[in-house]
């Protein structure tokens, strides 16, 4: 089993709408959760961080559930810049080694 | 403007080249860190270090070779490369190698094309 897997998508939205997507985790003792932003052929920008209560920034809301082991992402009102591959990060551990996913990929369409 | 660069942005060279990539991050940052990026896969751990000590050598082929001669540059040098190394690699940083609640900063990466 894959430490940290996704749906590869793509998840293809009307502008305006909104869409989600999980991200499982396999390893239940993974301390940090983060969501980086991946353009076509470009690097990973931190997107946010996911806390456990839950966190909003902006149009975005992440959420943490530990009993099932996943993160969600949820983008409200997108718009045609939100268009990207979203990543999932966790750290296993207290260290360094953080586990990335594959990627979802949104695509947003006017 | 991204706090970690990197170059050269794109890279082809024949299998039987010696090149170098570099990394320079601009943050302050005491950690840095080599990845491998490749199609429709998460990206791979090679290279960590801390204070310019490498603490992760992550089952990577001797044909890379790191070099992290102060805390601020991080190279990666390149020798007889196959083409299965063709991918994106990108260099981060961290603040420490504490790790939680601590994310890691990109550069914009090396397109690489072994032929």
């Known amino acids: 089993r894959k430490e940290v897997e996704q749906d590869p998508g793509p998840f293809n939205v009307p502008e305006g709408a909104t869409v989600a997507f999980n991200c499982t985790y396999s390893?239940?003792?993974?301390?940090?959760f983060f969501w980086y932003r991946q353009d076509c052929r470009k690097e990973p920008k931190l997107l946010m961080s996911?806390?456990?209560s839950g966190n909003e920034d902006g149009r975005f809301t992440a959420q943490l559930n530990r009993a099932s082991q996943y993160i969600s992402l949820l983008i409200r009102d997108s718009k045609l810049s939100d268009s990207a591959t979203y990543l999932c990060?966790?750290?296993?551990?207290?260290?360094?080694?953080?586990?990335f996913g594959a990627g979802t990929t949104v695509t947003v369409r006017a | 403007e991204t706090g970690v660069t990197q170059t050269p942005r794109h890279l082809v060279m024949g299998m039987t080249n010696k090149k170098s990539l570099k990394c320079e991050q601009h943050l302050g940052h005491n950690a840095m860190y080599w990845y491998k990026q490749s199609a429709k896969k998460p990206l791979e751990l090679m290279f960590v270090y801390s204070l310019e000590e490498r603490v992760e050598n992550n089952s990577v082929p001797s044909r890379f070779s790191p070099e992290c001669p102060n805390s601020s540059h991080l190279f990666l040098h390149l020798h007889t490369l196959q083409p299965e190394d063709s991918a994106l690699y990108l260099c981060a940083s961290s603040q420490d190698l504490g790790g939680r609640s601590q994310p890691q900063h990109f550069g914009d990466g090396t397109r690489l094309s072994i032929l």
């Open positions: 390893n239940s003792a993974s301390q940090s």
């Open positions: 996911v806390y456990s």
């Open positions: 990060v966790v750290n296993p551990g207290n260290d360094y080694k953080l586990s």
